[in-house]
């Protein structure tokens, strides 16, 4: 059952971690003042809100391992909406998409990032994990796949706890690589920074389009059992 749960999340929990804006915000707070107290906050905030949201939708998606259960029907009508939803995202993400020669820009939040105080740190990774639309529908998912697949107690927690490493690998890796790299590492993150704004409209889009293929299908599929 956990290695069932674990193959399910997989795709969703890559999806969350390649979500460009958080990249960038980690990499703008890290390279701020008191960058590494507020990189770790961020991430610690990031994690938490991950792990608040997957263990509340197991709770409430508890039996849905019964394909005849009411839970299993919810959830199966749930992704039905969640992977339509992500693929309108998707699809209004690419029509307002930086036509030619047009500039992409981080959203204005961002740019006083580099000064952020501890507690906004802390809320800003809370809240782009948990909080966050698409973050919320995926993390929602993943968390209905666990329940779907069977895994209760110690399953259920190693299941949500590989979704979240998965899904923090990225915030939780540039923290790291600017704990331990330096110089080197800042010219690093900065590049990867600067590849994330540049490319931010494709990512997500692909990300979007294909995660909501493959949500609104599972969903379809279990409709009909």
Excluded: Y
């Excluded at 701020?32 to 809100?49: D, H, P, Q, T």
């Excluded at 992409?104 to 939040?109: D, L, R, S, T, V």
């Excluded at 600067?194 to 969903?219: E, Q, R």
Aim: charged share 10%.
């Amino acid at each position: 059952m956990l290695i069932e749960a674990m193959g399910a999340v997989l795709p969703t929990a890559l999806a969350v971690a390649l979500s460009p804006f958080p990249l960038i915000g980690i990499v703008l707070i890290l390279s701020g003042e008191r960058g590494s107290r507020n990189g770790l906050l961020f991430a610690a905030g990031w994690v938490v809100g991950l792990t608040a949201v997957s263990m509340l939708v197991a709770v409430v998606f508890d039996g849905a391992d019964s394909p005849d259960s009411r839970s299993s029907a919810i959830a199966d009508w749930g992704r039905v909406l969640a992977g339509g939803a992500l693929i309108v995202l998707g699809a209004r993400k690419w029509w307002k998409r930086p036509r030619a020669g047009e500039q992409a820009e981080p959203p204005g939040w961002m740019a006083s990032l580099g000064n952020a105080t501890a507690g906004r740190a802390l809320l800003l990774g809370v809240l782009l994990s948990g909080a966050n639309p698409k973050n919320l529908v995926l993390t929602a998912s993943a968390a209905a796949s666990i329940a779907e697949a069977g895994a209760h107690g110690a399953d259920l927690v190693a299941g949500i706890t590989v979704f979240v490493l998965i899904a923090s690998c990225t915030v939780l890796g540039s923290v790291a690589i600017h704990l331990v790299g330096g110089q080197r590492a800042a010219s690093f993150l900065d590049s990867v920074r600067h590849f994330m704004v540049t490319n931010s409209n494709v990512i997500t889009v692909i990300v979007l389009l294909l995660l909501g293929a493959s949500v609104l299908g599972d969903g379809l599929s279990g409709l009909g059992r």
